[in-house]
């Protein structure tokens, strides 16, 4: 079974709109961190947002928020006022338990976001 | 400073060629790891060092060698590639802190391809 799942394969946008991009995943762990990283067609892996599975409140840095819904396991990556520059591939991702033995970055298939002038 | 860098961007090697891949962090980071990516899929892992010692190595071909010289450098030393294992490696580090959960800081990564 897949632990992370985007089932959105490509999403358009217009500029300066708001758009969600769907992330659920599944671990039977209580502690675990969520992570959104974009992907230009450089090919870096840019960091955007991290949230952690006891954190009460959603994680917000700039113009992206996450959307946590812990009951649902969900984890929904929110832009808002998009930009062209926000056209990339956006993974979403899961690393599971405390401690140093865990070290695997599980990543989702990833959501191509196209933003429209 | 908050780079991993890794060198060279791009490669185009032989299927008889000797060649590696460097990457370079310097933000004190104890866990290394090798991600491979084909076009248009998320990056699989491939191996993993944590204070300089092999931890993960995820069934990976033994044409690929990881190796890890100082806390600050890990190499991907490559032999007798295939023309699949044409793709993007990515180098990413991350602290290692008991009690907490940190996401990873990619470099831009070598696009290989093998002809």
């Known amino acids: 079974a897949q632990k992370i799942t985007q089932t959105q394969p490509g999403m358009f946008v217009q500029e300066k709109e708001a758009v969600t991009l769907d992330c659920t995943y599944d671990t039977s762990d209580q502690s675990y961190g969520l992570f959104w990283y974009k992907q230009p067609s450089s090919g870096e892996m840019i960091f955007l947002i991290y949230?952690?599975?006891?954190?009460?409140q959603n994680a917000t840095e700039g113009r992206y928020s996450l959307n946590f819904q812990k009951a649902r396991k969900s984890a929904n990556l929110v832009i808002s006022a998009s930009q062209l520059g926000d056209s990339a591939m956006y993974f979403c991702?899961?690393?599971?338990?405390?401690?140093?033995?865990?070290?695997?970055?599980?990543f989702g298939k990833g959501t191509l976001l196209t933003v429209n002038p | 400073d908050t780079e991993v860098t890794q060198t060279p961007k791009h490669l185009v090697m032989g299927m008889t060629n000797k060649k590696s891949l460097k990457c370079e962090q310097h933000m004190g980071h104890r866990a290394m790891y090798w991600y491979k990516q084909k076009a248009k899929k998320p990056p699989e892992l491939m191996f993993v060092y944590s204070y300089e010692k092999l931890s993960i190595n995820e069934s990976v071909p033994s044409r690929f060698s990881p190796e890890c010289p100082n806390s600050s450098l890990l190499n991907l030393h490559l032999h007798a590639l295939q023309p699949e294992d044409s793709a993007l490696y990515l180098c990413?580090?991350?602290?290692?802190?008991?009690?907490?959960?940190?996401?990873?800081?990619f470099g831009s990564g070598t696009r290989l391809t093998v002809v």
């Open positions: 990413a580090s991350s602290r290692l802190a008991a009690g907490t959960l940190y996401g990873y800081t």
């Open positions: 949230q952690g599975s006891y954190d009460e």
């Open positions: 991702a899961m690393r599971e338990g405390i401690g140093g033995s865990n070290y695997k970055l599980t």
